[in-house]
Nanobody
């Protein structure tokens, strides 16, 4: 059974940090491109960060220099380190696994940045 399970979300003050994790099971994790998306209330889901099979990465301009995506193929886990958080980073964060034209989604984890 394929699963992507996100964790690590929560409430943090502006300027703080969180590390999100996404644990995968049921498929060959190392073959998949992994992405983090987020969706704020009333807004469309947006791509935040991508890490490919060879560990190359891409980031949305809004998070560049603050967020870092990484993966551990042995643990079948992808991470999103989020530093210098801003209120506009508040959203549900989703993990996505892509292989060719198919893929899987996690259930999401809430991140709230507020004082």
């Amino acid at each position: 059974q394929v699963q992507l399970v996100e964790s690590g979300g929560g409430l943090v003050q502006p300027g703080g940090s969180l590390r999100l994790s996404c644990a995968a099971s049921g498929f060959t994790f190392s073959n998949y491109v992994m992405k983090w998306y987020r969706q704020a209330p009333g807004k469309e889901r947006e791509l935040v960060a991508t890490i490919r099979v060879g560990d190359s990465t891409n980031y949305a301009d809004s998070v560049k220099g603050r967020f870092t995506i990484s993966r551990d193929n042995a643990k079948k886990t992808v991470y999103l380190q989020m530093n210098s958080l801003k209120p506009e980073d508040t959203a549900v964060y989703y993990c996505n696994a892509i292989y060719g034209i198919g893929g899987y989604w996690g259930q999401g984890t809430q991140v709230t940045v507020s004082s």
